[in-house]
């Protein structure tokens, strides 16, 4: 239930309103627009009378919330959620380009990597330490090794990192090494991991599972803001559907659907949507011309000889020509891509 109050509501009427609902025992969650405060009453309202509500002089308006997704939803906040990955904003009028290699295979390999990305204008560099792999036989990522030289190149280049978690016994690592964290399509429902990841403030980037509904989506991100962390990014990888010419199929309706329903923003992942490098610019401006609050793109020096998706991977110069591209995109829709 959402109520909103008038503008000329006191502090000790809000202050009463808000204990009357605590002691009954429901949880409130505020949101303070430039003109508007609303406060949304979370727990079972069906046992409220909504009539009886209109006789606070300083209330507005009442609204049942249908949706079973409650503090992600953009009636509960109305303003576009900004979250700040070490000084990277992402949301709001930005546009945002994470990219990297798929899996981190040596110092060497990220050392190179990240002044390319970060002069072609990435803000955030991207790289798995651990991999989870479909074959137990592929390469399964450096994993704690992989997060030092991560870290290490944030250091040295000043370029915030993102990586992928895969078990709760890894968290510490990544709260200590990791400026933004990544949940994968397949952990996008490992509740225990979510729940985990809520008790903590730093930044998640929660990918869409491979066949999950967007409802499903957004009650994951509800599990994170649940346990208290509101920084959560979504992030669309493409579902898996009937058609095989490429890896997934790219929902960019989801863009707008996202932007709907809910004030968390929403980056998209081109590379493994299609699976194949060359879909990956046509994908990306159309993600971008969509509303998307950014991309996160895999790139490397040889393609050719990566552990890892190699064959979805940008080399530099035709990712450099792409942000340039995607640039002009988000001026053309009144956006910034810095």
Not at 119 to 142: E, H, N, V, W
Request: net charge neutral; proline share 4%; glycine share 8%.
């Amino acid at each position: 239930m959402i109520i909103k109050l008038k503008d000329t509501a006191t502090e000790k009427q809000i202050a009463k309103l808000k204990n009357k609902f605590l002691k009954e025992g429901f949880e409130l969650h505020e949101s303070l627009g430039t003109s508007t405060l609303l406060l949304g009453i979370i727990g079972d309202t069906t046992v409220i009378d909504i009539n009886s509500l209109y006789a606070y002089e300083f209330i507005d308006t009442v609204l049942r919330v249908q949706e079973p997704f409650k503090k992600v939803n953009r009636k509960f906040k109305p303003e576009d959620t900004i979250v700040n990955v070490s000084g990277i904003e992402i949301g709001g009028k930005n546009v945002v380009i994470m990219a990297g290699p798929c899996a981190v295979e040596s110092e060497k390999q990220i050392n190179e990597i990240a002044p390319i990305i970060k002069d072609a204008g990435a803000k955030i560099l991207r790289g798995g330490a651990f991999k989870p792999r479909t074959s137990p036989y592929s390469f399964q990522g450096m994993g704690v090794e992989g997060l030092e030289i991560l870290e290490n190149a944030n250091k040295k280049y000043n370029l915030p990192v993102v990586s992928e978690i895969m078990s709760i016994d890894d968290l510490p690592y990544f709260i200590e090494k990791v400026d933004l964290i990544q949940v994968g399509a397949r952990n996008m429902q490992n509740f225990a991991l979510l729940k985990e990841l809520g008790k903590i403030d730093k930044p998640i980037l929660l990918k869409r599972g491979i066949a999950s509904t967007i409802e499903e989506w957004l009650m994951s991100a509800e599990y994170i803001l649940a346990g208290g962390n509101s920084n959560v990014i979504l992030c669309e990888r493409g579902i898996r559907t009937y058609e095989t010419s490429t890896r997934n199929t790219l929902d960019i309706s989801s863009i707008p659907v996202i932007k709907k329903l809910t004030h968390l923003p929403i980056v998209i992942d081109p590379s493994h949507a299609s699976g194949r490098w060359e879909y990956v610019e046509s994908l990306s401006k159309a993600a971008i011309a969509a509303g998307a609050d950014g991309l996160i793109i895999e790139v490397h020096q040889t393609p050719e000889t990566a552990l890892s998706d190699g064959q979805q991977s940008l080399k530099p110069a035709k990712f450099r020509a792409l942000v340039k591209k995607c640039r002009r995109v988000a001026e053309a829709v009144d956006r910034t891509l810095k």
